[in-house]
């Protein structure tokens, strides 16, 4: 069936220095995949999207990266702040006109 | 532009009992889906309306139902609550087929 995971289900970076965040997927057909950002207590929050016609796409401090060779896809985050911790789910919609599928999501410190 | 708002915010019931969340999406969705995110886990999907029907079911008892009305608001029913049903509730609404966008929850507690 279909799944989304995580390589690593937290991450902890330095103030300052950019976050790598990994998601894998199975689902060879998935045609657009979002990344979302869920701090405490609050729903997620849409961060940025990629159709799978794309490799890269980039937005303000964030960049996704999709290698469908390997069905992975990364979130980067450039000069990572205290406010970018939360918990980061990545999510594939597996065909058109299905749902979409999350990951378990990874954790992301920023140490002062 | 106001976002996706559910109610109630919080919520604690006893086992056995029934509960109803709601759900309305931002103005001009016309899809709205649910999420189950029990604490310290992913969300998995329960349910996906669009256009008053449901389009998607996720791998939850029959005692998880809902439904969409013509505004486009929904409603989220869970009968004969167990303890394992506590989580946060989440809907989201998107035009169909596009990038979702999260109301804040509901959190459920079961006792």
């Known amino acids: 069936g279909e799944s989304v995971g995580l390589h690593l289900p937290t991450l902890s970076v330095q103030e300052g220095d950019n976050s790598i965040i990994n998601c894998a997927y199975s689902?060879?057909?998935?045609?657009?995949f979002i990344w979302y950002k869920q701090e405490s207590g609050k729903g997620p929050q849409f961060i940025i999207d990629i159709r799978s016609n794309m490799d890269k796409r980039q937005g303000q401090r964030v960049t996704v990266l999709l290698n469908k060779t390997v069905k992975h896809l990364s979130l980067q985050i450039a000069a990572t702040q205290p406010g970018d911790s939360a918990v980061y789910f990545c999510a594939e919609r597996g065909n058109y006109g299905q749902n979409f599928v999350f990951g378990p999501g990874t954790r992301l410190s920023v140490l002062p | 532009e106001a976002g996706v708002t559910q109610s109630p915010t919080h919520l604690i019931k006893t086992r056995g009992q029934q509960v109803t969340l709601r759900c309305s999406p931002i103005?001009?969705?016309?899809?709205v889906y649910w999420y189950q995110q029990a604490l310290g886990l992913g969300l998995q999907f329960l349910l996906w309306?669009?256009?008053?029907?449901?389009?998607n079911r996720g791998n939850f008892p029959p005692r998880f139902s809902g439904r969409q009305f013509p505004n486009y608001s929904s409603e989220l029913n869970v009968n004969a609550l167990e303890l394992e049903d506590s989580a946060l509730y989440l809907c989201?609404?998107?035009?169909?087929?596009?990038?979702?966008?999260f109301g804040p929850g509901t959190r459920l507690t079961v006792t």
């Open positions: 103005s001009g969705h016309t899809s």
């Open positions: 989201a609404s998107s035009l169909v087929l596009y990038e979702q966008y």
């Open positions: 309306y669009d256009e008053g029907e449901e389009r």
């Open positions: 689902n060879s057909a998935s045609d657009y």
